[in-house]
């Protein structure tokens, strides 16, 4: 059986990487493969190299980090919250980091660290008012459906904070900010995803090393507190854990939905309970369904761009009311 699992994750990581050089080959004008992989390392015409190393390496690295990241935060929150609805964009967290990272915008911050602070602001605010919301209905992990309903109410509320925020900006503010809120990988470049990458290492890290607590957990929390940890700061911390991660993941690409929400039952399914191993295959799959659904993205309609946040939400959604069926 463990060669087994060997064998398919080898398998997964095979297919992440052939996404990975699909979305470096594929687009507008598509590269042949022998091409794309010479230009990756500077050879080849300049049309070519520059296509390949300063538009399409930057999108897919992105695409890895933004899917890796939402799927890491995922696993975290179910676990946490012994909720197999919980994901970032469901719970508020994601609607929350964009209030800060659109209100970052507004007062002129810029640089990807400033918006990343911000957005993880918004989205620390967020958990926060979803926990006090699900407390008022005498329910932290117990009901699924309460935070899940919680998290409705603040992403709602972020959304028309939004709203406000944007009514008298400027027509091309506007339909920037409303791309953005889609969810895009367009912009990447590198000072963004080595900021990215800094959030992901310092909080896909720690999520890593407290994975133990989060095991206890999703015990419940009378176990858990019988087994020796104190529920409400571990509790705490993956939150704090997985808000960061999520906060970074919108500063840099947008608001994408339900990554978080699918990714970490394929990798149970595949045979994973223990949430070290469960994170760090969360975060393989993300990456390779990022890419693959932003290669969706910008191929289906040529010359045109989907907004990446539509694609997968196309494939959350349907899954998202097949897991609420199961509990329901």
Do not use: C
């Not at 640089?111 to 699900?134: C, R, Y």
């Not at 109410?153 to 972020?158: L, M, P, S, V």
């Amino acid at each position: 059986m463990k060669d087994l699992r060997g064998v398919t994750w080898i398998i997964v990581a095979i297919t992440v990487a052939a996404l990975m050089l699909a979305g470096v080959i594929l687009g507008t004008i598509s590269i042949p493969a022998l091409d794309a992989i010479r230009a990756l390392f500077g050879y080849g015409d300049n049309t070519t190299v520059s296509i390949v190393r300063t538009l399409r390496l930057p999108r897919v690295l992105m695409g890895v980090l933004v899917g890796a990241g939402l799927a890491m935060s995922g696993a975290a929150l179910q676990g946490t919250l012994r909720n197999p609805l919980a994901e970032p964009y469901l719970l508020g967290v994601s609607g929350g980091a964009a209030v800060g990272a659109v209100l970052a915008f507004a007062f002129g911050a810029s640089a990807p660290a400033l918006v990343a602070i911000a957005a993880f602001a918004g989205a620390t605010s967020a958990v926060l008012l979803a926990m006090v919301v699900a407390r008022a209905a005498r329910s932290t992990r117990g009901d699924p459906r309460t935070l899940l309903m919680a998290g409705v109410i603040i992403g709602a509320f972020a959304n028309a904070v939004i709203m406000v925020i944007l009514a008298n900006a400027p027509p091309n503010t506007i339909r920037g900010a409303l791309w953005w809120m889609m969810g895009s990988l367009s912009d990447s470049d590198w000072p963004a995803i080595r900021w990215l990458a800094l959030y992901l290492i310092v909080g896909g890290g720690a999520l890593i090393a407290y994975a133990r607590e989060i095991d206890l957990l999703a015990l419940g929390e009378e176990a858990a507190a019988a087994l020796g940890i104190n529920v409400e700061r571990s509790a705490q911390r993956a939150f704090f854990l997985a808000a960061l991660i999520a906060a970074a993941t919108v500063a840099a690409a947008g608001l994408i939905g339900f990554v978080g929400l699918i990714v970490p039952h394929i990798v149970r399914s595949l045979g994973v309970s223990r949430h070290r191993p469960l994170v760090l295959g969360s975060a393989l799959i993300g990456a390779g369904l990022v890419v693959a659904a932003d290669i969706v993205a910008r191929t289906i309609l040529p010359p045109g761009e989907l907004p990446l946040g539509a694609i997968t939400a196309l494939l959350g959604v349907p899954f998202f009311l097949g897991q609420l069926r199961k509990i329901t």
